[in-house]
Every structure is written in C-alpha cells, then in structure tokens.
C-alpha cells in the first residue's frame, strides 16, 4: 500500500491559499473571502496529478490583529509544516511584495532540512508581473514559480517541481508486514496512556493538559509473535491559546498518521460521550479507507447498569452513522480493562481489511440479489449487473459491471454490499464499490 505524500502550504493571510486549493481540487472546498481568516472548511483535500495523487493540507488558522500576531502564527504554521509534511508549498503574494513575515517564516523552512517549493500567487501576467516575481529570490529558498490560481495558470510547472520532492516508498518499506495502528482522537481522550498499557512502559509523556504529548511517535510492539506499529497523534506542542488553532493541528496530525496506518482506532471519551469532533476526526480515518476500531476509553468512571453498553453503542452508531461497519470496544487505560482484547479486535479488523473475496463466488452473491430484489429502472430502462471482481484490498475494493451507470443508484450499491457484508463479514473495514459500464455485446 503506497503512502500518499502529504504537502502543506504555508502562507500569510489573502495570499489565495483557498483558492490555490479549489483549483487544483477542481471544485470549491474552501471559502474564499477577503476577510482574513476565512478559511473555516476541510483543511485538506486529496489532488490527482498525472500520475500522482497526494494529500493537501493548510495549515491556516492566522488572524491577524497586528504585524506581530501574523508573524507569530506564521512560525507556528511552518512548525506544523515542518513536523507533518514531506513537501511544503511557501505561497506569497507578487501584488504586496516580500514581506517581513515572508523573511521570518522563510528563515525557519529553510533551517528545517524539509524540501520547501517556493510560488507566488496573483502573477496575471506575466510580461507585466515578472519583475516583482524575481524580487522574492532574495527569500534565499530557490527559485519562486509564478502562478495566478484564479486563472489556473501555472499550475502544471508548480506541480511537477512539487512531485519531483516526493518519498518513494522503497520496497522494503512496501513489504513490512507489521500491523500499523494510528490512535486518533480529540486532545486529552487517553491516547498515550493507551498506547503506554499496551506496551508497558512509559515511553511517551501524559498528563492532564491538552497538548503535552511532545511529538508524533512511532512505537514497534511485539504481541503474542505478532508485530505491531502504534503511531499516536496527540504530538501537541504546547497548549493552545485558540481552540481553532488547537483543531487545525489535530486535523493535520490525524491525516499524516491516518496516511501511514492500515487501521484507525478512535478513541472516544466514555465521560463527554461521542461528538461532533470525533466524527469528524472518524471522517478523515473513513475518507481514506482505512480499518476502524473505536475504543471507548475510561469506561471504569462510568456508573453502569445492564442498557450502558447498548446505549452508548447506539449513540455512537447514530453519531458515526457513516461508518456503521466500525467494530467498537469498551476500555479503561487506568485499570487495562479489556486492553488485550484490543490486540483481538485489531488482528480480526486487519484481516477483513486485507480479505480477497473469489470472483465466483461475488457473482454467486450478486446474482443472488439481484433475484431478490430487482435493480431499479427509469423511463423503462431497467439496471443490468453483468459481472463484480474485487480488484484490490486495504480497502477491499470491487468492481461492478452494468449497463447504465446513471440507473445503479447509491441505495442499490449499499444493498449489494449489505448482501456481501451478510456473507463475508468484513466487520472494520470500509468496502469500496467503482460503478462501470459495459455495453451488452461487448
């Protein structure tokens, strides 16, 4: 499985980092105003590139009251930057020139040692603007690729400079067949004390204050002959003073471990119950296709009788609604309540994640629904599945062919992949479906 690379843009504010994205994501995702600050949506977004896809990120977030908060943001973005990307795309802007903060913010990347592509954005023209754009070689970090997002130009040499500073996954990295394991969640649900119990020892720093996990680690463990790897992503610095801020970096973190997993396990609080944070923190683990464990920690605090399980589990189920396939689990990190179980439920969820299913048999089960339940129609035409094959795994990915793709409505494919899942299980893993037309003759 290849690892997308992650690229984060650095940028002051109105320098036209949303629209940068909207345009090379082909749609709008970003909100673009001009008030500073604007930018509240998805902070990442997945480009195709020739042959190239890989994550974009922005690491956004600066409000800037004066001169000096700009500044100060911008050094913690370029630490983000820094700490979770492969590439990082400094964006300026050629109407406003190079900037005290431009210098400052170009200082720190450049010290980083991390490959920094250098563009300068709202270059209309480039007979009138070309001047202004040589003025930002003196940033010292190579040469500034000149682009105007809103006119899509320039885009494609951006792009290439860019992928040219891409981690190849070597084959040894492709071969490792240890179990990768990202704990994700919101700051202070007990990530590191998790991970602590399951290898037993203190190797990473907890306390009660959101944020003190110092860094992104990676810990191998040994279970039962099995080996595993742990990312965890509290990796804050420090506390934060803005909740906004505070967000912006778990996102970010939670996409670059999410990247390198097979599976995700989510830890909820049992105390705050599920929230609107952890389903959005979930959406990044399911965006990608990865397996899904959620890990109810701090059970133990929990005043329980016989319906606290049943309705926890409801509440998450209708919280999370778009992953009911996620296995979930009752824990305590203190008390190590259920804690083995966890190493159970991770190897079942890592298998499904990698099942191949015969293709025999997959028709056997498709045509057996369709039986069932016939396929829609519309103005007389009728849905026609001819063949399915499962084309990949982590996820399990499957190929339907029929006549009409217009006529094989979301519902149908979900009752096709209930009749599988009622089969083969596949609890923890996400099922992908890619709809294909085929003539009748063909």
């Not at 700009?70 to 990307?85: D, K, N, P, V």
Request: proline share 3%; charged share 30%.
């Amino acid at each position: 499985m290849k690892r997308k690379n992650i690229v984060a843009v650095v940028g002051r504010p109105n320098v036209g980092k949303s629209s940068l994205f909207n345009a090379l994501a082909g749609k709008q995702i970003s909100i673009v105003k001009d008030t500073p600050g604007v930018t509240r949506d998805r902070i990442y977004q997945d480009v195709e590139w020739l042959d190239n896809s890989f994550t974009l990120v922005d690491t956004g977030g600066i409000e800037p009251e004066s001169k000096d908060i700009i500044l100060s943001q911008m050094r913690e973005q370029a630490q983000i930057a820094i700490e979770t990307a492969d590439v990082i795309l400094f964006m300026c802007d050629a109407k406003s020139g190079v900037t005290d903060a431009d210098y400052a913010v170009a200082d720190i990347l450049r010290k980083s040692g991390k490959p920094v592509v250098l563009t300068v954005n709202k270059v209309d023209s480039y007979k009138r603007d070309m001047m202004d754009v040589y003025e930002f070689y003196n940033l010292g970090i190579g040469e500034p690729y000149p682009i105007s997002a809103t006119n899509k130009t320039g885009l494609g040499d951006l792009l290439e400079e860019v992928v040219s500073h891409f981690v190849v996954t070597s084959n040894d990295e492709e071969e490792d067949d240890r179990v990768k394991v990202a704990i994700i969640g919101k700051p202070n649900v007990g990530k590191s004390s998790i991970i602590n119990r399951l290898i037993g020892e203190n190797r990473l720093i907890v306390s009660d204050i959101a944020g003190t996990t110092r860094d992104a680690i990676d810990t191998d463990v040994k279970y039962n002959g099995k080996e595993y790897t742990f990312i965890d992503t509290a990796g804050l610095r420090r506390k934060s003073k803005v909740k906004e801020e505070l967000e912006q970096f778990m996102i970010l973190r939670t996409v670059s471990a999410v990247e390198r997993a097979d599976i995700a396990v989510l830890v909820i609080n049992a105390d705050e119950g599920v929230t609107e944070q952890d389903a959005k923190i979930a959406g990044i683990a399911h965006d990608r296709g990865k397996a899904i464990i959620i890990a109810v920690n701090k059970w133990d605090l929990i005043e329980k009788d016989n319906n606290s399980v049943k309705e926890f589990t409801k509440k998450i189920r209708s919280t999370l609604s778009f992953m009911a396939y996620a296995e979930i689990i009752f824990i305590s990190a203190v008390t190590g309540q259920r804690l083995v179980k966890l190493y159970e439920m991770i190897d079942i969820v890592n298998e499904n994640h990698s099942m191949r299913v015969a293709t025999g048999v997959l028709n056997e089960i498709m045509m057996q629904a369709v039986v069932m339940q016939q396929p829609p129609s519309d103005k007389g035409k009728m849905l026609k599945l001819y063949y399915i094959t499962q084309v990949a795994v982590k996820p399990p990915t499957f190929v339907i062919f029929v006549n009409d793709k217009k006529l094989m409505h979301f519902s149908y494919t979900r009752y096709i992949e209930n009749q599988i899942r009622e089969t083969f299980g596949f609890k923890g893993t996400p099922l992908k479906f890619i709809i294909r037309e085929r003539k009748e003759n063909e």
